[in-house]
């Protein structure tokens, strides 16, 4: 136990000198009322455009699970491409059948205010025909924007591990709060009933009322 | 100043991308004609931060009309206000970590300029490593390259070092996502023994009340003598 609390002391002072100098993970937030739209405009036709979005909980009563939302994908023609129903956090990746401004657009069908947490990235990797076209550009172009295409995969997956660590921390924090609250609620009830109990016993044997009838 | 609007989008995408391959970030948000549109952002400290947002009508041909833009650190401290301008940039360093809000309205007296009643604003944060300017790396090394290296290895070797750099950025972003998850995992298991403790504490609790009524009941009996 002391072995452990010290390794986790050494992990998060390793994380303080860390943390000056990180790649900052960030998702995009938004608070989705009704619907809300975001547009990404991709340049070239097959290009991959990958993302995805976590909803961040608000407090849920009852259900364990979160009700979702929504999030359809249409294309510049007005064509849906991927539609995913009722999720509360998921990842997508398509092809760009034509270039234009795509929509992303979120639902929540329910009435409370949800904050959705999001990165879309449009990659591109020039082919032989952009090769033919761009006198500049060389063979090993085309490898260094794999390179970059899968350095971006892996921050995108960051991106929704670090978004559903969040949400998995705001679970965390509601159920200590729970815990307490609803057990320290439990004791104060059981202490008010047992002595509601006291007061009724007293008051059936007091002269007052009916002596005899017990 | 009418472009084609093709044109026009991939200038702006090439300006704000400023690499070999135009690889956009940016994300295109409609604003409404009256209220805000506003988005979060979750940043830690001490990271630089550039946000570039450039306002264009619907018909993607023009600067649209002028916005209101306001960027709130997460204790509400105004960090970039502007009023009735297209395009900008705004550039800060984070002083506390927490959630950002970056917030885009309409300009009011503007109906004129409107046509559907939202205007299309492009929102580009680069924050950390992606906010380096690259530009002035490559002006700097090419004094140091050798003389021998040929025009177009050059700027291969820039994308390499950036994808180099981006490397270790990600490797950094792991272990401190790997803090976080031992972080919460020690407050699991705390809660896990409070969990146990707390049960326990209410069998407690219900015995030892139990056990005052049964004695102040005995009580009050043997004084009403009636026991």
Redesign the interface.
């Known amino acids: 136990m002391e072995r452990r609390q010290a390794k986790?002391h050494v992990?998060?002072l390793?994380?303080l000198i860390?943390?000056?100098?990180?790649?900052?993970?960030?998702?995009?937030?938004?608070?989705v009322n009704d619907e809300e739209?975001?547009?990404?405009?991709v340049?070239y036709e097959g290009d991959t455009v990958s993302g995805n979005f976590v909803v961040v909980d608000h407090d849920i009563f009852w259900g364990s699970d979160h009700p979702g939302l929504d999030f359809t994908v249409t294309s510049p023609a007005g064509n849906i491409v991927q539609t995913l129903k009722g999720t509360s956090g998921d990842k997508f990746e398509f092809k760009a059948p034509r270039?234009g401004?795509y929509k992303f657009c979120f639902h929540n069908p329910y009435s409370t205010p949800e904050?959705v947490?999001f990165y879309?990235?449009?990659?591109?990797i020039?082919n032989e025909h952009d090769l033919a076209k761009d006198e500049?550009l060389?063979p090993?172009?085309v490898k260094?924007?794999e390179?970059?295409e899968a350095?971006?995969s892996?921050?995108a997956e960051?991106k929704y591990?670090?978004a559903r660590?969040?949400r998995?921390?705001h679970t965390?924090e509601s159920?200590?709060k729970r815990?307490?609250l609803y057990?320290v609620g439990?004791?104060i009830f059981?202490?008010a009933a047992?002595g509601l109990?006291?007061l009724y016993?007293?008051k059936l044997?007091s002269k007052s009322v009916a002596y005899n009838r017990v | 100043m009418a472009i084609s609007p093709v044109l026009f989008i991939g200038l702006i995408c090439l300006a704000g991308g400023g690499s070999l391959f135009p690889a956009v970030e940016a994300i295109w948000l409609t604003v409404p004609t009256s209220g805000e549109r506003c988005v979060y952002e979750d940043i830690q400290a001490n990271v630089v931060v550039v946000l570039d947002y450039i306002c264009i009508d619907e018909a993607f041909t023009q600067l649209g009309p002028t916005l209101d833009v306001r960027v709130t650190s997460p204790y509400g401290k105004e960090l970039y206000k502007i009023a009735n301008v297209t395009h900008g940039q705004a550039a800060f360093t984070t002083s506390e970590s927490g959630t950002f809000l970056a917030c885009l309205a309409m300009h009011h007296d503007q109906s004129h300029h409107s046509v559907n009643n939202s205007v299309i604003v492009s929102l580009d944060w680069k924050m950390g490593i992606r906010a380096k300017d690259w530009d002035s790396v490559a002006k700097k090394e090419k004094i140091e390259a050798s003389p021998s290296f040929p025009i177009h290895i050059y700027g291969v070797e820039l994308e390499i070092r950036k994808s180099t750099e981006y490397a270790s950025a990600i490797r950094a972003n792991i272990l401190y996502l790997r803090i976080r998850e031992a972080y919460m995992r020690e407050i699991n298991e705390k809660t896990n023994q409070r969990v146990a403790q707390l049960a326990l504490m209410s069998f407690g609790v219900a015995f030892g009340v139990s056990i005052i009524q049964v004695w102040h009941l005995k009580r009050f009996f043997l004084k009403k003598k009636l026991l």
């Open positions: 986790i992990f998060v390793i994380g860390l943390l000056n100098s990180i790649n900052q993970i960030s998702s995009l937030s938004v608070t739209c975001v547009q990404e405009y340049l270039s401004m904050t947490s879309i990235h449009v990659g591109h020039p500049h060389d090993v172009n260094i924007a390179l970059r350095l971006e892996v921050v960051q591990l670090k660590d969040t998995h921390r965390n159920t200590r815990v307490i057990t439990e004791y059981l202490a047992s109990q006291v016993i007293r044997f």
